[in-house]
């Protein structure tokens, strides 16, 4: 009989317990605290993204899988798990409507606040892919006029109609990233909007960054907010999570742990991606798995004062940042306890 792989997982990763173990050895481990121990004789390794999977790591274990639950890989050292023949996995897309839940929600409320409406605001989407085309769909479906920076589809896509940057960066009201973290390449993100893109912003206009922490020159960012050059800021990923800047923090409209993504069904779909990983890798019946006790997401039409009043039902972004704001140093406590989230869209 074919030994059963060993696999070590993030003991938070939701829906997960007791659905690998009749095929496999699981041992469940406090993410951030997974260490090379733990893995001198795992076969694979099922995260998320408070587990730096790089050489340090994974050096001399017999690791040949790393699935992460998550749509973002910047904890994985791609190149180095290249070189060593591990394959990694992710859950691309999965939390696509999650984050769109949460972009409209702070839309939404930044609306509430300054009084107005979406047909009178240019809405740009830095970043178009699985989750920033949705934002851009969903605010041409609301309103707003939307224009789109990705220049890695703009080669693709010459006549897509996407601007550069600079040329984007101007002419709108409200900024909101989606773009992944890379260092490399024509287009590296890493500390993308720095003081530069403050500039070129148009005066007074607003950011939200749902993406990941280090595009952000947070330094940058406080002092344009100081100056008025930015109006408001929605942050929801971080530098340095969990020991995030207070004084940025602070000038933040709305602020959040990272749990933009954090809905019921956006985990299922993530925990659901690395479960059939694992059974493809290994030849186990789980192609099809979903957990039983999480409805998918049925996407409906709704328009922007539907989506206003029906929002507060499924998510308070304002409670939540009040819970932040309040407990800084919870951020880590408060993320790995959120309450997951019924998606509406």
Known sequence: MEAKPRIVADCDIPFLRGVLEPFAQVRYVEGSRIARADLADADALVVRTRTRCDEALLEGTPVGLIATATIGYDHIDAA??????????TAQGCNARGVLQYVSAALYELARRDAWRPERVTLGVVGAGNVGSLVAEYGRRF????????????????????????????????VTCHVPLTVE?????????SAGFFSAMKPGAVFVNSS???????????????????????????????QIDRRLLALSTLATPHI?????????????????AVGRRYRLPLDDWYPAAVSPTRPVPIGWDEMGRTMPRYFDIVAESERLKSRPQDFESIRNRYDYRTEFF
């Open 80 to 89: 180095y798990c290249a070189r060593r023949g591990i394959e990694v996995v």
């Open 143 to 174: 309103g707003f006029r939307v224009l789109c920076c990705d220049p890695p589809k703009a080669e693709l896509d010459p006549q897509g109609g996407y601007l550069p940057l600079d040329e984007l960066l101007p002419r709108c009201d409200i």
């Open 185 to 193: 390449g024509p287009c590296p993100t890493l500390r993308m909007a």
């Open 212 to 242: 990941r922490g280090k595009i952000v020159c947070d330094e940058a960012l406080c002092e344009a907010l100081d100056d008025g050059r930015v109006s408001r800021a929605v942050i929801d990923t971080w530098n340095g999570e969990p």
């Open 260 to 276: 933009a993504g954090y809905s019921i069904q956006g985990k299922a779909a993530g925990t659901a991606a690395v479960v059939r």
